[in-house]
T-cell receptor, first 114, second 113 residues
Framework: AQSVSQHNHHVILSEAASLELGCNYSYGGTVNLFWYVQYPGQHLQLLLKYFSGDPLVKGIKGFEAEFIKSKFSFNLRKPSVQWSDTAEYFCAVNENLGSYKLIFGSGTRLLVRP | DGGITQSPKYLFRKEGQNVTLSCEQNLNHDAMYWYRQDPGQGLRLIYYSQIVNDFQKGDIAEGYSVSREKKESFPLTVTSAQKNPTAFYLC????????????FGNGTRLTVT
């Protein structure tokens, strides 16, 4: 069965530090990839997505992610985090077979200290 | 404003009782989803529906049931057969075209004692 792994459950950074959150998936075929974010007290919202084309995708608020097919990875990055980036981040994967089924990772809780 | 409404925000039930969580959307989305969110486990898919009068089991459907009689509504019933029902439940919808992003509701926190 398809699965998504986020190995970092909790990350603590100081402002201006660089961020990289790992995401690996198990499905060997064509996939669609997403990162969602949940800020404290808010609902989940889309950060960025990859369907095809350039494997380096840019999202909102300065975030980007790189799809590396050979590594089954879709890591999230940001060069310089801000206190307002404190949130929980979820990677999600969908099989590109016309299925609407979206599988989420366990999430990474990021705390940015001012 | 268009969006997804989940009600109530907090729900308390006694063990052995069935309970139905409401989810309504006015986004005219075809697809709707129910996820369960537990600490350290992320979001796990319970059921999803791609079109009215049709739905599919997700990864943890046991002890749950759904219906999709109207496009805008996708209620979830947590039955007494669900062994660990206390959780945060999230409803979502999407246009379903290609793989469009999910729009989430604010969730319902169910506590069963």
């Amino acid at each position: 069965a398809q699965s998504v792994s986020q190995h970092n459950h909790h990350v603590i950074l100081s402002e201006a530090a660089s961020l990289e959150l790992g995401c690996n998936y198990s499905y060997g075929g064509t996939v669609n990839l997403f990162w969602y974010v949940q800020y404290p007290g808010q609902h989940l919202q889309l950060l960025l997505k990859y369907f095809s084309g350039d494997p380096l995708v840019k999202g909102i608020k300065g975030f980007e992610a790189e799809f590396i097919k050979s590594k089954f990875s879709f890591n999230l990055r940001k060069p310089s985090v801000q206190w307002s980036d404190t949130a929980e981040y979820f990677c999600a994967v969908n099989e590109n077979l016309g299925s609407y089924k979206l599988i989420f990772g366990s999430g990474t809780r990021l705390l940015v200290r001012p | 404003d268009g969006g997804i409404t989940q009600s109530p925000k907090y729900l308390f039930r006694k063990e052995g009782q069935n309970v139905t969580l409401s989810c309504e959307q006015n986004l005219n989305h075809d697809a709707m989803y129910w996820y369960r969110q537990d600490p350290g486990q992320g979001l796990r898919l319970i059921y999803y529906s791609q079109i009215v009068n049709d739905f599919q089991k997700g990864d943890i459907a046991e002890g749950y049931s759904v219906s999709r009689e109207k496009k805008e509504s996708f209620p979830l019933t947590v039955t007494s057969a669900q062994k660990n029902p206390t959780a945060f439940y999230l409803c979502a919808s999407s246009t379903g075209q290609g793989v469009s992003p999910l729009h989430f509701g604010n969730g319902t926190r169910l506590t069963v004692t």
